[in-house]
């Protein structure tokens, strides 16, 4: 585009209105898909018990969204008279845009992303590690101690999480070779979407993505039966509308994500990667994925409780990341072999690294479930032996 | 291309050098800190710039998620939680400081300002690549030192900080 | 990018940005503000180590990892630095470093 | 299929295991020590093909190939990169490690196999607790010794000696909670921590020589540019060296046509490194000095005896002077001051003899191995001093194999001995009391007994005159007698070994002591022949006073009425050793007499020389296998006859009762002396630790008298001098002075506001000096 607008203007200002037209078609995209989640899961929710759901606002209550929408807006915008006016403000502001600027480089399609950078795993998760700043600045500003605990409990556990998250994430890079999204999404037609090569870094990563976008069953932070609404006890109207708004782009961005880096991205299954077929069907093929993780993410919040605050970092911490470095190991010796073995056999390295993954994660997941229930007797039968006297 | 790379880079020192004074000159220790992820935030541009993408996903996700999280986080604990903005925030010899950090600043520019001469070379096309082969090859040692100083520190950490 | 600014330019924003955070850490009263001017003069010793390195000699890929060895270390110093002063506000009650001063004469 | 090229899996095994057991199976005793056999049999099986392949290939090739860093003979991997150079690790596979390899292994797998009847796996009841960690160690020790042997450079090489090293510790302090007591009253009273003393007295006395063996390494590194063996082991690299010196400033400077000497220091560097090295040795190996630690390990398990002090950790020292012969005689080519190899003689000669004649006055069965040890210990270091290296390597190997029966065989009579603690509670192990307590329900009865002597006073040596017989001492040769009949198959096989040990023909320790006397009467250096022959009678003599009192006669005690011999797991290991005893002498038979047979193949084997050209053309015999002299063979075996025969005459010809005073003890003096070890525990105790204390008091004492009294006489003088300055003082100068006065104390007012204890300011005096000095530059640019 820009090569066509510099026929009429100066090349940076080509520049700068093509990025300008691109971001500009991610944000409205995210914020449609954002309008779709809610009223998706206002409908599941309510399937799921028992319920119809909205209904009211247009057909099925297509036009819930909308409403709610403008429900938040008209309200009375409140600025606590203690609170810092320009911090309390800031923070709804620097929420948002880290939710918006990871969608730079998604792929949507073979070739189609906003920009295909070399480093794009990284820059996903640099842009996302700043989401914390913005509930840490709206806790600190709204002078509510109530607020501040909240805010820094979530920080806590999104930056625990983070952990896991990018940790899990090192063997498919490891096995890609590359940071950049669209060669991981081109690697899985050679080797197999990593759901059959990384299962059990998918499940942390699931995992992990739900406690950095505070989903349930990780939605401490904001719970209202924890401490109250956490980091956003003291937001109403607009700015009360930015988290939301942020909290579904983030479920949206985190589901896609998912489905590219584990099933394929916007491949269709058994095509072969550089059919043109992927340019076109590809963004409805990632969508159609990634609602799959939507619709998952909301099936688990209808279905699960909510986990206890001590046992949440410790999860993190002594069962995540250990698990993820176990599982890097298992990665960086697994592959120059199936490499090795691959070439010496001469078949596709999809035949054999798919089975020799699936066996070594189900071997290390059964280890670990084995040594994690031992554990987990031990300590009950310590604790019986305390709590009943020797005598 | 060549007013506009300029004027961006314009831009973006007056942000990190903005930021840097906000650092310093203002009036609460949490402004203080919200002053310092602006001046990160610069650097990273900066880094851009000079067409290092990987120190600049790294300076991202490293200062401002991480640092300047655990900088707010010590400021919300070591005051008292609603604290008041205290007394000046300098000390008696800010004055002194202040003509050496400017003279400082002389001198640095003075040695900075001659004719380098760049190398016409591009930096590699996969400098991911490259830098973690320096890691791994050259630079192993060193490499390994950090991590054991890493290690250490966050032990360090834990112990100290815990009662 | 190399004809569109010159060294001297990063050089001397670098100088600029240590220069303030000098004076942080030498006129700051409290601990944490002074750890930041630290870090300010860090991040200036990184853009002098990463523009050396974009102007004067990009095959060789040292300046990006200095770079990145500062990073990690000013990481751990930072670490490092907020648990001993959590401690000592802990015990002291204070984090002003003019008053913890039971180490003077 | 190149065997030789995994030769990397040969330590590897025995690490793994010893991950293993420690990570995992650590609850599981029996599955532990099956692992940690399984482990060193594949590494068994492993070097035992390498063996054969470099047989089939000739190990002239062989030398050749691993000289020249030749895949697979030599397989060296980057390690870290250290500013220019790069550490490497690999395997260094010549003639000389390929035959430790495989005596590592036959012996260790040994010892590995009767450790599990030793400890008493077959009785879960006596079972020791920390059973599989004790094959934990032992694995990892095996690990250290196998990746020593086939280090191809000397920093793998003392790496891996410090993992040995570290498991000598955990080894000798295995039962760290066994106390020890003195007889008094009638009842044992428990008194110190001798296993755990005893650990950490060999632990620090090695240290002593590694340090040495250390600053060897630094040094040779420093000066050659590497310490890999097949880059210094050149001629260029050696002939460099000698001409190499390690000092200040230069020999010889020129002046007006004069040549000067200079002032300054330069040490011939081969001699220095060639010194500090031995001294590595010397410590490992138990050589005079630093032998004290030997005799105090025996408080260890009798297995770890056996893999520690005979089979491989003290045969490391004396492997390393043979590994770095070619540095040694290089030094010794290049004649600067001291010859390295006289010094190694030396030491080795003294060794030998002194080591021997302590071990005619001791008592307990495994000490007077461990003498014998540091005697025959000796004896190689000796023989490779005097250029017999080939016959010092030869009797390395011959004296692992027997050494390690014996201590075997002596594990067996002690485990026999316990039979009686075993089946009922003695009055010692009801006296001993346990450190472990609860968490040690069923202690092994080694534990519970005490055996060694201590004194009450820490400072005291360890192990110390037996003042009283102690009827519970289960390792007291006095408490024994009769035991031929009790325990027939450790009584044949421990003959076996003695028959080796003492020199006997036809058994292993003959062929090559003999080889060892043949070369050097050969070379015409009588008096190491002298010595090393009458060490030899010696060693007979108190051989077979130990067999007499241990095995002849009637039981003397309870304990030996009701030995019984030990399970099989025990004596089958000494079956075999006492065949492998027995019959390995034969690869290295004289041609003269075994030309039919094997014909000196392990002099042919071993005694290869690289030269600095390539391929097998490069490598030259070393020198003629040294031949049979049948007046010295005649000679040696007279001398060890005699030695039998007073053995019977003294002890053999009455029965003893377990109480009786030995019968050489009228020689009171002697007697004593001996059985103390010459006093040298005494003596180091008398010297550096009473004399570094002694040192510091006299300092003292000099500092209160002469000093103060110098310091009080000024002052006396100064009163009365300034008598008379005062009255000018009052007058003249006081003006002065008082203005003097207050001007410092202002000024150190003043100076004194610098030190503000407040960092920051500390920090700004910084920046202002770095500013000035930086303004002085660019203004004088």
Same mark, same amino acid.
């Given at each position: 585009?820009?090569?066509?607008?510099?026929?009429?203007?100066?090349?940076?200002?080509?520049?700068?209105?093509?990025?300008?037209?691109?971001?500009?078609?991610?944000?409205?995209?995210?914020?449609?898909?954002?309008?779709?989640?809610?009223?998706?899961?206002?409908?599941?929710?309510?399937?799921?018990?028992?319920?119809?759901?909205?209904?009211?606002?247009?057909?099925?209550?297509?036009?819930?969204?909308?409403?709610?929408?403008?429900?938040?807006?008209?309200?009375?915008?409140?600025?606590?008279?203690?609170?810092?006016?320009?911090?309390?403000?800031?923070?709804?502001?620097?929420?948002?845009?880290?939710?918006?600027?990871?969608?730079?480089?998604?792929?949507?399609?073979?070739?189609?992303?906003?920009?295909?950078?070399?480093?794009?795993?990284?820059?996903?998760?640099?842009?996302?590690?700043?989401?914390?700043?913005?509930?840490?600045?709206?806790?600190?500003?709204?002078?509510?101690?109530?607020?501040?605990?909240?805010?820094?409990?979530?920080?806590?556990?999104?930056?625990?999480?983070?952990?896991?998250?990018?940790?899990?994430?090192?063997?498919?890079?490891?096995?890609?070779?590359?940071?950049?999204?669209?060669?991981?999404?081109?690697?899985?037609?050679?080797?197999?979407?990593?759901?059959?090569?990384?299962?059990?870094?998918?499940?942390?990563?699931?995992?992990?993505?739900?406690?950095?976008?505070?989903?349930?069953?990780?939605?401490?932070?904001?719970?209202?039966?924890?401490?109250?609404?956490?980091?956003?006890?003291?937001?109403?109207?607009?700015?009360?509308?930015?988290?939301?708004?942020?909290?579904?782009?983030?479920?949206?961005?985190?589901?896609?994500?998912?489905?590219?880096?584990?099933?394929?991205?916007?491949?269709?299954?058994?095509?072969?990667?550089?059919?043109?077929?992927?340019?076109?069907?590809?963004?409805?093929?990632?969508?159609?994925?990634?609602?799959?993780?939507?619709?998952?993410?909301?099936?688990?919040?209808?279905?699960?409780?909510?986990?206890?605050?001590?046992?949440?970092?410790?999860?993190?911490?002594?069962?995540?990341?250990?698990?993820?470095?176990?599982?890097?190991?298992?990665?960086?010796?697994?592959?120059?072999?199936?490499?090795?073995?691959?070439?010496?056999?001469?078949?596709?390295?999809?035949?054999?690294?798919?089975?020799?993954?699936?066996?070594?994660?189900?071997?290390?997941?059964?280890?670990?479930?084995?040594?994690?229930?031992?554990?987990?007797?031990?300590?009950?039968?310590?604790?019986?032996?305390?709590?009943?006297?020797?005598? | 291309?060549?007013?506009?790379?300029?004027?961006?880079?314009?831009?973006?020192?007056?942000?990190?050098?903005?930021?840097?004074?906000?650092?310093?000159?203002?009036?609460?220790?949490?402004?203080?800190?919200?002053?310092?992820? +602006? /001046?990160?935030?610069? =650097?990273?541009?900066?880094?851009?710039?000079? %067409?290092? *993408?990987? @120190?600049? &996903?790294?300076?991202? !996700?490293?200062?401002?998620?991480?640092?300047?999280?655990?900088?707010?986080?010590?400021?919300?604990?070591?005051?008292?939680?609603?604290?008041?903005?205290?007394?000046?925030?300098?000390?008696?010899?800010?004055?002194?400081?202040?003509?050496?950090?400017?003279?400082?600043?002389?001198? +640095? /520019?003075?040695?900075? =300002?001659?004719?380098?001469?760049?190398?016409? %070379?591009? *930096?590699? @096309?996969? &400098?991911?690549?490259? !830098?973690?082969?320096?890691?791994?090859?050259?630079?192993?040692?060193?490499?390994?030192?950090?991590?054991?100083?890493?290690?250490?520190?966050?032990?360090?950490?834990?112990?100290?900080?815990?009662? | 990018?190399?004809?569109?600014?010159?060294?001297?330019?990063?050089?001397?924003?670098?100088?600029?940005?240590?220069?303030?955070?000098?004076?942080?850490?030498?006129?700051?009263?409290?601990?944490?503000?002074?750890?930041?001017?630290?870090?300010?003069?860090?991040?200036?010793?990184?853009?002098?180590?990463?523009?050396?390195?974009?102007?004067?000699?990009?095959?060789?890929?040292?300046?990006?990892?200095?770079?990145?060895?500062?990073?990690?270390?000013?990481?751990?110093?930072?670490?490092?630095?907020?648990?001993?002063?959590?401690?000592?506000?802990?015990?002291?009650?204070?984090?002003?470093?003019?008053?913890?001063?039971?180490?003077?004469? | 299929?190149?065997?030789?090229?995994?030769?990397?899996?040969?330590?590897?095994?025995?690490?793994?295991?010893?991950?293993?057991?420690?990570?995992?199976?650590?609850?599981?005793?029996?599955?532990?020590?099956?692992?940690?056999?399984?482990?060193?049999?594949?590494?068994?099986?492993?070097?035992?093909?390498?063996?054969?392949?470099?047989?089939?290939?000739?190990?002239?090739?062989?030398?050749?190939?691993?000289?020249?860093?030749?895949?697979?003979?030599?397989?060296?991997?980057?390690?870290?990169?250290?500013?220019?150079?790069?550490?490497?690790?690999?395997?260094?596979?010549?003639?000389?490690?390929?035959?430790?390899?495989?005596?590592?292994?036959?012996?260790?797998?040994?010892?590995?196999?009767?450790?599990?009847?030793?400890?008493?796996?077959?009785?879960?009841?006596?079972?020791?607790?920390?059973?599989?960690?004790?094959?934990?160690?032992?694995?990892?020790?095996?690990?250290?010794?196998?990746?020593?042997?086939?280090?191809?450079?000397?920093?793998?090489?003392?790496?891996?000696?410090?993992?040995?090293?570290?498991?000598?510790?955990?080894?000798?302090?295995?039962?760290?909670?066994?106390?020890?007591?003195?007889?008094?009253?009638?009842?044992?009273?428990?008194?110190?921590?001798?296993?755990?003393?005893?650990?950490?007295?060999?632990?620090?006395?090695?240290?002593?020589?590694?340090?040495?063996?250390?600053?060897?390494?630094?040094?040779?590194?420093?000066?050659?540019?590497?310490?890999?063996?097949?880059?210094?082991?050149?001629?260029?690299?050696?002939?460099?060296?000698?001409?190499?010196?390690?000092?200040?400033?230069?020999?010889?400077?020129?002046?007006?046509?004069?040549?000067?000497?200079?002032?300054?220091?330069?040490?011939?560097?081969?001699?220095?490194?060639?010194?500090?090295?031995?001294?590595?040795?010397?410590?490992?190996?138990?050589?005079?000095?630093?032998?004290?630690?030997?005799?105090?390990?025996?408080?260890?398990?009798?297995?770890?005896?056996?893999?520690?002090?005979?089979?491989?950790?003290?045969?490391?020292?004396?492997?390393?002077?043979?590994?770095?012969?070619?540095?040694?005689?290089?030094?010794?080519?290049?004649?600067?001051?001291?010859?390295?190899?006289?010094?190694?003689?030396?030491?080795?000669?003294?060794?030998?003899?002194?080591?021997?004649?302590?071990?005619?006055?001791?008592?307990?069965?495994?000490?007077?191995?461990?003498?014998?040890?540091?005697?025959?210990?000796?004896?190689?270091?000796?023989?490779?001093?005097?250029?017999?290296?080939?016959?010092?390597?030869?009797?390395?190997?011959?004296?692992?194999?027997?050494?390690?029966?014996?201590?075997?065989?002596?594990?067996?009579?002690?485990?026999?001995?316990?039979?009686?603690?075993?089946?009922?509670?003695?009055?010692?192990?009801?006296?001993?009391?346990?450190?472990?307590?609860?968490?040690?329900?069923?202690?092994?009865?080694?534990?519970?007994?005490?055996?060694?002597?201590?004194?009450?006073?820490?400072?005291?040596?360890?192990?110390?005159?037996?003042?009283?017989?102690?009827?519970?001492?289960?390792?007291?040769?006095?408490?024994?007698?009769?035991?031929?009949?009790?325990?027939?198959?450790?009584?044949?096989?421990?003959?076996?070994?003695?028959?080796?040990?003492?020199?006997?023909?036809?058994?292993?320790?003959?062929?090559?002591?003999?080889?060892?006397?043949?070369?050097?009467?050969?070379?015409?250096?009588?008096?190491?022949?002298?010595?090393?022959?009458?060490?030899?009678?010696?060693?007979?003599?108190?051989?077979?006073?130990?067999?007499?009192?241990?095995?002849?006669?009637?039981?003397?005690?309870?304990?030996?009425?009701?030995?019984?011999?030990?399970?099989?797991?025990?004596?089958?290991?000494?079956?075999?050793?006492?065949?492998?005893?027995?019959?390995?002498?034969?690869?290295?038979?004289?041609?003269?007499?075994?030309?039919?047979?094997?014909?000196?193949?392990?002099?042919?084997?071993?005694?290869?020389?690289?030269?600095?050209?390539?391929?097998?053309?490069?490598?030259?015999?070393?020198?003629?296998?040294?031949?049979?002299?049948?007046?010295?063979?005649?000679?040696?075996?007279?001398?060890?006859?005699?030695?039998?025969?007073?053995?019977?005459?003294?002890?053999?010809?009455?029965?003893?009762?377990?109480?009786?005073?030995?019968?050489?003890?009228?020689?009171?003096?002697?007697?004593?002396?001996?059985?103390?070890?010459?006093?040298?525990?005494?003596?180091?105790?008398?010297?550096?630790?009473?004399?570094?204390?002694?040192?510091?008091?006299?300092?003292?004492?000099?500092?209160?008298?002469?000093?103060?009294?110098?310091?009080?006489?000024?002052?006396?003088?100064?009163?009365?001098?300034?008598?008379?300055?005062?009255?000018?003082?009052?007058?003249?100068?006081?003006?002065?002075?008082?203005?003097?006065?207050?001007?410092?104390?202002?000024?150190?007012?003043?100076?004194?506001?610098?030190?503000?204890?407040?960092?920051?300011?500390?920090?700004?005096?910084?920046?202002?000096?770095?500013?000035?000095?930086?303004?002085?530059?660019?203004?004088?640019?």
């Amino acid at each position: 585009m820009a090569d066509f607008l510099s026929q009429f203007m100066p090349a940076w200002l080509a520049l700068i209105i093509q990025h300008v037209v691109v971001g500009a078609v991610l944000v409205v995209f995210a914020l449609t898909n954002m309008l779709g989640i809610t009223w998706i899961e206002r409908k599941v929710i309510g399937r799921l018990q028992d319920r119809i759901g909205a209904n009211r606002a247009g057909p099925f209550g297509l036009l819930q969204p909308l409403a709610d929408m403008v429900k938040i807006l008209t309200k009375e915008d409140i600025t606590p008279t203690a609170a810092s006016r320009v911090i309390y403000n800031l923070g709804p502001l620097l929420v948002v845009p880290p939710a918006l600027l990871v969608f730079a480089v998604l792929p949507f399609g073979a070739g189609v992303s906003g920009s295909d950078l070399n480093i794009g795993l990284l820059y996903i998760f640099a842009v996302a590690s700043t989401s914390t700043l913005g509930i840490l600045i709206a806790g600190w500003g709204s002078n509510n101690k109530y607020s501040l605990l909240g805010a820094m409990r979530a920080v806590a556990q999104m930056v625990s999480y983070e952990v896991p998250q990018a940790l899990s994430i090192i063997g498919i890079v490891m096995l890609s070779g590359s940071l950049s999204l669209q060669q991981i999404v081109q690697r899985q037609s050679e080797i197999g979407w990593f759901v059959l090569l990384q299962p059990l870094a998918f499940v942390i990563f699931l995992i992990a993505a739900m406690a950095e976008v505070n989903r349930t069953p990780f939605d401490l932070p904001e719970a209202e039966s924890e401490i109250i609404a956490g980091h956003h006890t003291e937001y109403s109207g607009l700015k009360f509308g930015m988290f939301y708004l942020a909290e579904y782009i983030n479920v949206f961005f985190i589901s896609a994500l998912a489905a590219t880096l584990f099933l394929g991205g916007y491949q269709i299954p058994f095509v072969p990667a550089n059919n043109p077929v992927h340019t076109i069907l590809g963004p409805f093929v990632l969508i159609g994925k990634t609602f799959a993780f939507v619709f998952l993410t909301i099936w688990l919040r209808g279905t699960l409780p909510r986990v206890r605050v001590d046992h949440l970092m410790g999860f993190a911490w002594k069962a995540l990341v250990p698990l993820c470095l176990l599982n890097i190991f298992m990665t960086a010796v697994l592959m120059p072999l199936v490499g090795l073995w691959s070439a010496n056999l001469g078949i596709s390295e999809a035949y054999i690294a798919i089975p020799v993954m699936l066996l070594a994660n189900a071997v290390l997941a059964g280890l670990v479930l084995w040594w994690a229930g031992r554990s987990t007797r031990r300590r009950e039968t310590r604790l019986a032996e305390q709590v009943v006297p020797a005598q | 291309m060549n007013v506009f790379l300029t004027s961006i880079f314009v831009i973006v020192s007056v942000i990190t050098l903005v930021g840097a004074l906000g650092v310093v000159m203002a009036r609460t220790v949490f402004a203080s800190g919200l002053w310092l992820i +602006l /001046s990160f935030a610069g =650097v990273a541009g900066l880094y851009v710039l000079l %067409e290092a *993408p990987f @120190l600049a &996903a790294a300076q991202i !996700l490293i200062y401002v998620g991480a640092v300047a999280v655990l900088i707010l986080f010590a400021v919300m604990l070591t005051r008292r939680v609603m604290g008041d903005p205290g007394v000046s925030q300098n000390n008696s010899q800010w004055g002194a400081a202040a003509v050496v950090a400017a003279l400082m600043f002389i001198v +640095l /520019s003075l040695t900075s =300002v001659q004719n380098w001469r760049p190398s016409t %070379e591009s *930096p590699p @096309l996969l &400098a991911v690549n490259a !830098l973690g082969e320096a890691f791994l090859g050259p630079y192993l040692l060193p490499f390994e030192i950090v991590s054991v100083v890493l290690l250490v520190a966050l032990v360090g950490a834990i112990i100290l900080a815990r009662e | 990018m190399v004809e569109s600014v010159p060294l001297g330019a990063y050089l001397v924003v670098a100088a600029a940005l240590f220069a303030i955070g000098l004076y942080g850490a030498l006129a700051r009263r409290h601990a944490i503000a002074i750890l930041m001017g630290v870090e300010l003069m860090l991040n200036a010793v990184n853009v002098n180590l990463v523009a050396f390195w974009r102007y004067l000699s990009p095959a060789n890929m040292s300046g990006q990892v200095f770079a990145t060895f500062i990073i990690a270390l000013a990481a751990a110093e930072a670490a490092i630095g907020l648990a001993l002063f959590i401690a000592i506000y802990r015990s002291r009650d204070t984090v002003s470093v003019e008053e913890v001063n039971l180490m003077k004469w | 299929m190149s065997f030789a090229q995994y030769a990397f899996l040969v330590p590897l095994f025995p690490l793994l295991a010893f991950v293993v057991i420690v990570l995992l199976t650590n609850r599981s005793k029996r599955l532990s020590s099956n692992i940690a056999i399984g482990a060193m049999i594949l590494s068994g099986i492993l070097s035992y093909l390498i063996f054969f392949q470099a047989i089939g290939e000739g190990s002239e090739h062989v030398l050749a190939a691993a000289h020249a860093g030749e895949a697979p003979w030599s397989m060296m991997w980057d390690w870290a990169p250290v500013g220019l150079s790069t550490i490497q690790v690999g395997t260094y596979l010549d003639p000389l490690s390929i035959i430790m390899i495989v005596m590592v292994t036959t012996v260790g797998l040994m010892i590995f196999w009767y450790s599990q009847g030793y400890m008493n796996i077959q009785d879960a009841a006596h079972t020791d607790p920390l059973y599989a960690r004790f094959f934990a160690y032992l694995s990892l020790f095996a690990a250290g010794m196998l990746g020593y042997v086939i280090s191809p450079n000397l920093v793998q090489a003392i790496v891996f000696w410090e993992v040995m090293g570290l498991c000598s510790f955990l080894l000798i302090g295995f039962w760290f909670g066994k106390k020890t007591g003195v007889y008094r009253n009638g009842r044992w009273v428990a008194e110190g921590d001798a296993n755990s003393n005893a650990a950490k007295k060999a632990f620090l006395t090695t240290r002593v020589g590694d340090v040495g063996f250390f600053l060897g390494i630094i040094a040779l590194g420093a000066v050659a540019g590497t310490t890999n063996y097949s880059e210094v082991f050149t001629m260029g690299t050696l002939d460099r060296l000698k001409e190499t010196f390690i000092g200040f400033g230069t020999p010889t400077f020129a002046f007006g046509g004069m040549e000067i000497p200079a002032v300054g220091i330069a040490i011939p560097a081969l001699t220095v490194i060639s010194l500090l090295l031995f001294m590595g040795a010397v410590g490992k190996s138990a050589q005079f000095p630093l032998h004290v630690w030997l005799p105090d390990a025996m408080a260890g398990p009798t297995p770890v005896s056996a893999m520690i002090h005979a089979a491989t950790m003290v045969a490391a020292g004396v492997f390393l002077i043979a590994r770095m012969y070619p540095v040694f005689a290089a030094a010794s080519e290049a004649s600067h001051g001291v010859n390295p190899l006289n010094v190694v003689a030396a030491i080795g000669l003294f060794t030998a003899l002194f080591a021997a004649t302590i071990g005619i006055a001791q008592n307990d069965i495994k000490r007077i191995l461990a003498f014998s040890t540091i005697s025959q210990l000796g004896f190689m270091v000796a023989a490779i001093g005097s250029g017999a290296w080939v016959a010092g390597v030869f009797h390395m190997l011959t004296h692992a194999f027997f050494k390690a029966l014996l201590f075997l065989g002596s594990g067996s009579v002690i485990h026999g001995m316990e039979h009686l603690h075993m089946s009922h509670d003695s009055p010692g192990h009801a006296d001993s009391p346990q450190e472990h307590g609860s968490e040690l329900p069923h202690a092994p009865d080694h534990r519970a007994t005490p055996s060694l002597v201590v004194d009450a006073n820490a400072a005291a040596p360890v192990w110390a005159v037996r003042s009283v017989a102690n009827p519970d001492d289960p390792q007291d040769i006095w408490n024994m007698g009769g035991l031929r009949h009790k325990m027939p198959i450790t009584f044949w096989t421990y003959l076996m070994g003695t028959l080796a040990l003492t020199g006997i023909p036809i058994w292993a320790g003959f062929w090559s002591k003999d080889e060892i006397l043949a070369h050097t009467y050969e070379t015409h250096q009588t008096f190491v022949w002298i010595v090393l022959t009458l060490t030899a009678g010696l060693t007979a003599f108190y051989m077979a006073r130990q067999l007499i009192l241990v095995f002849f006669g009637q039981p003397r005690t309870a304990m030996a009425r009701e030995a019984k011999e030990s399970p099989w797991t025990m004596t089958m290991p000494l079956v075999v050793l006492a065949i492998a005893a027995t019959l390995v002498g034969l690869l290295g038979i004289p041609d003269r007499i075994g030309n039919f047979v094997f014909g000196s193949w392990f002099h042919h084997w071993i005694a290869l020389v690289p030269t600095t050209g390539l391929g097998p053309e490069a490598v030259i015999e070393a020198e003629a296998p040294t031949e049979m002299n049948f007046l010295v063979a005649g000679l040696s075996v007279l001398t060890a006859l005699v030695g039998w025969a007073l053995g019977y005459w003294v002890y053999g010809r009455r029965q003893f009762t377990a109480t009786e005073r030995d019968p050489l003890a009228r020689v009171r003096f002697a007697w004593n002396t001996l059985q103390n070890g010459y006093y040298m525990d005494a003596l180091y105790r008398n010297t550096f630790i009473r004399g570094s204390v002694a040192l510091s008091n006299g300092l003292a004492r000099f500092d209160q008298r002469i000093i103060d009294g110098i310091v009080n006489g000024v002052a006396r003088i100064t009163v009365a001098v300034s008598a008379v300055g005062r009255w000018i003082d009052t007058y003249i100068v006081d003006g002065f002075v008082n203005g003097v006065g207050v001007v410092t104390e202002e000024y150190g007012r003043i100076m004194r506001l610098i030190q503000t204890g407040f960092v920051q300011n500390y920090l700004l005096v910084v920046f202002v000096s770095i500013l000035v000095l930086s303004g002085i530059y660019l203004a004088l640019r």
